[in-house]
């Protein structure tokens, strides 16, 4: 056993913050930790520890919040129960939530919002419009970086009767990345919906899609069709998004990405999402020999999805989140110091690569480019004078030439000139149009539960909720420690299931009813 580092944590049990240390043995990292009072706790936190210390050379500091709302002397922060953002916080919002209900048409066995038993909770939560704008406000002013990225999700946010409202209020002040994460089927239902969407404002749709067949994906699997077909037709792009869980769906992982592709002038993105025993799923955590048996990491992720692909797209070619950072280093510089969201998350919390399709014949990102020498390129390219005109001729010169250098034209797609590309996207508005539209991005984000918790990878979160309150709360706070976040925020600005029902003239069950 070898340890890799010492960290904080929280034990399971009491969420008392205790020390923890991360080791490798037998080719894996576990995170090990003991409370004095409940005893202690080892549990896998990547599947592959060679993998594990090769993202560790990505890691990308970030600005962090100059305006935080929990204002506090650092050395007094109590992370991760101060979160607001605090001045602790390391990373400002690259993404953030904003949760419209938390009624759902759904009750799904492994939601992470715990919204299976919403009569349980108690509580209606769905802040009214006005609240809503004020909560993006908040946003909207955080600094040094505006929140320029949103996704609104629930619940189910389409079962908003003002959703679009709300949407277009947001288009007004501004966002300019705005997702709506829906399980789809009220968009099945209505063929117009859709098109409404997007016509409000709505540049993606971030879609739940846990398999390609009905035993895997039961919440959706008869309305996928005719989503598909209505975001085609609607010009909508498509994230889509599988919890993924071992030894319920892993089986699926090349069919779901192979789904994707096959829909690629739709889909634009797969994400997977490793299980995270929180919500409904905490029913998993006491079981501990099932709470292992469903335990999947990224690194496993990638590396089934090379077996069932029988090597076509392989676990090498995925790279860690911060690879990106010196892309926005490099736009900040070419438009003037603006600031430019960048994406520095803990290097083990996410992982993506790209593929191509020519014809039939499907290309990954790897194979025709040197990604190891564009991302060093590109570190330099950071450091170098942008700020002028000239500065900017040299550098797309000098860009285009070495990127070239490094690309296989040969096996790259035909009509794919990814030297112009990359040049568009660090030196052009609206660069990454054309990589986006020829191209499939395969990501993994692993969110936390009270096992595997890391608080640097807390103090490091890009990806944060709002609340009516003002607080910005990154999501490995707000969902794993709902007692202190996610369920004291709902009832606090939610509403009784009988006075809400009273208010309305609805029933909760009604929601269901709509399928």
């Not at 340890?3 to 020390?19: A, E, F, G, Q």
């Not at 029913?283 to 020999?289: K, L």
């Not at 590109?378 to 700020?387: A, I, M, Q, T």
């Not at 309150?469 to 925020?489: Q, T």
Request: glycine letters at 6%; aromatic letters at 8%.
């Amino acid at each position: 056993m070898t340890l890799l580092k010492m960290t904080r944590s929280i034990c399971p049990k009491c969420n008392k913050v205790i020390d923890a240390s991360v080791v490798e043995e037998d080719g894996k990292v576990w995170l090990q930790k003991k409370c004095d009072v409940h005893g202690s706790f080892k549990e896998l936190y990547w599947g592959d520890a060679n993998m594990y210390k090769w993202v560790e050379g990505f890691a990308s500091e970030g600005a962090g919040v100059s305006n935080p709302a929990i204002s506090i002397d650092p050395s007094k922060v109590a992370c991760p129960y101060n979160c607001g953002l605090c001045t602790a916080h390391k990373s400002h919002t690259a993404l953030a939530n904003v949760f419209v209900t938390n009624r759902c048409n759904k009750r799904c066995w492994y939601c992470f919002a715990g919204l299976d038993n919403i009569k349980k909770n108690g509580y209606v939560y769905e802040p009214p419009f006005e609240q809503i704008v004020e909560m993006l406000r908040v946003l909207r002013d955080e600094r040094p970086v505006p929140t320029n990225a949103i996704q609104f999700t629930g619940g189910e946010p389409t079962i908003r009767d003002d959703m679009l409202d709300i949407i277009k209020e947001a288009v007004k002040m501004g966002f300019q990345s705005i997702m709506l994460n829906t399980n789809g089927i009220t968009l099945a239902l209505d063929p117009d919906l859709v098109a409404r969407y997007r016509k409000a404002g709505v540049n993606f749709l971030y879609l739940s899609f846990d398999g390609v067949t009905a035993t895997t994906n039961p919440k959706n699997h008869e309305y996928i069709p005719k989503i598909i077909e209505n975001c085609r037709k609607a010009g909508m792009p498509v994230t889509l998004v599988p919890t993924l869980i071992n030894g319920v769906n892993d089986h699926e992982i090349w069919p779901i990405v192979r789904f994707g592709l096959d829909n690629i002038d739709v889909v634009r993105s797969v994400n997977f999402q490793p299980v995270s025993f929180v919500g409904t799923m905490t029913r998993s955590i006491s079981e501990e020999e099932k709470r292992k048996a469903q335990r999947i990491t990224i690194p496993d992720m990638a590396h089934k999805l090379e077996a069932q692909s029988k090597g076509l797209i392989r676990a090498s070619g995925f790279y860690p989140v911060p690879t990106v950072a010196p892309v926005a280093d490099i736009i900040s510089k070419v438009r003037g110091g603006m600031p430019i969201t960048k994406f520095t998350c803990n290097s083990h919390c996410g992982m993506a690569t790209f593929v191509f399709k020519d014809g039939d014949k499907i290309i990954p990102l790897e194979e025709f480019v040197d990604i190891g020498r564009a991302y060093k390129l590109l570190k330099e390219l950071s450091f170098e004078d942008l700020g002028t005109n000239v500065g900017k001729l040299k550098a797309a010169t000098k860009l285009y030439s070495k990127v070239s250098k490094i690309v296989n034209k040969e096996k790259a797609p035909k009509d794919v000139d990814v030297a112009s590309m990359i040049v568009d996207v660090l030196l052009k508005k609206g660069g990454t149009d054309k990589f986006v539209l020829r191209s499939m991005m395969i990501g993994s984000m692993h969110f936390m539960d009270p096992y595997n918790y890391d608080i640097d990878r807390v103090q490091r979160c890009v990806i944060h909720y709002v609340t009516p309150d003002g607080r910005i709360i990154p999501f490995c706070a707000f969902n794993v420690l709902p007692e202190f976040y996610r369920d004291k925020i709902n009832k606090k600005f939610g509403i009784p299931i009988a006075e809400w029902e009273k208010q309305t003239g609805k029933k909760l069950e009604d929601d269901l009813k709509r399928i």
